[in-house]
C-alpha cells in the first residue's frame, strides 16, 4: 500500500498550524526549555489587593493548565508525524512494522501504530 505523505504532510502543517494558535493562546515558551511550553497565568500578582482578583487569575491559571497538558501532547505528537515522513518512516506501524491503514490515518494522521496494536 503506497501512502500519499504530500497529502497528510498538509493535514498535519494544518494541524500544527492549530495547534500552535491554541498554544501561543494559552502559554509561552519556557525560555529555559524551548521544547516545553508553561501555562500563562491569568495576571497573578501578589499584591493585588481584590481577592477575588486574585481567585479569577488563578482560576484562569488553572484552566490553561489542563487544557495545556492536552493540546502539547498532540502538538508534539504531530510533530513527530511530521518527523517520521521526513525520515520516511511515516504510515509503518512501530509495534508491528507493518503498513498503518489508510482509514487510521485519515481518522489520526499523527498515528504510530496499526488498528491491531492501537491499545
Same mark, same amino acid.
Given at each position: 500500500? !503506497?501512502?500519499?505523505?504530500?497529502?497528510?504532510?498538509?493535514?498535519? !502543517? &494544518?494541524?500544527?498550524?492549530?495547534? @500552535? %494558535? +491554541?498554544? @501561543?493562546?494559552?502559554? !509561552?515558551?519556557?525560555?529555559?526549555?524551548?521544547?516545553?511550553?508553561?501555562?500563562?497565568?491569568?495576571?497573578?500578582?501578589? &499584591? &493585588?489587593?481584590?481577592?477575588? +482578583?486574585?481567585?479569577?487569575?488563578? +482560576?484562569?491559571?488553572?484552566?490553561?493548565?489542563?487544557?495545556?497538558?492536552?493540546?502539547?501532547?498532540?502538538?508534539?505528537?504531530? /510533530?513527530?508525524?511530521? /518527523?517520521?515522513?521526513?525520515?520516511?518512516?511515516?504510515?509503518?506501524?512501530?509495534?508491528?512494522?507493518?503498513?498503518?491503514?489508510?482509514?487510521?490515518? !485519515?481518522?489520526?494522521?499523527?498515528?504510530?501504530?496499526?488498528?491491531? %496494536?492501537?491499545?
Amino acid at each position: 500500500m !503506497e501512502i500519499d505523505t504530500a497529502y497528510f504532510k498538509t493535514k498535519l !502543517e &494544518q494541524e500544527l498550524r492549530t495547534l @500552535t %494558535h +491554541e498554544l @501561543t493562546s494559552i502559554a !509561552e515558551k519556557n525560555p529555559e526549555n524551548p521544547k516545553d511550553w508553561e501555562a500563562k497565568g491569568g495576571g497573578l500578582d501578589i &499584591q &493585588q489587593a481584590d481577592p477575588n +482578583e486574585r481567585a479569577d487569575a488563578i +482560576e484562569e491559571y488553572e484552566t490553561n493548565v489542563g487544557v495545556l497538558k492536552e493540546v502539547e501532547v498532540r502538538y508534539n505528537d504531530v /510533530k513527530a508525524a511530521l /518527523k517520521r515522513i521526513e525520515d520516511g518512516t511515516y504510515g509503518v506501524c512501530e509495534a508491528g512494522g507493518e503498513p498503518i491503514e489508510k482509514e487510521r490515518l !485519515e481518522a489520526n494522521p499523527a498515528a504510530t501504530t496499526c488498528t491491531k %496494536h492501537m491499545n
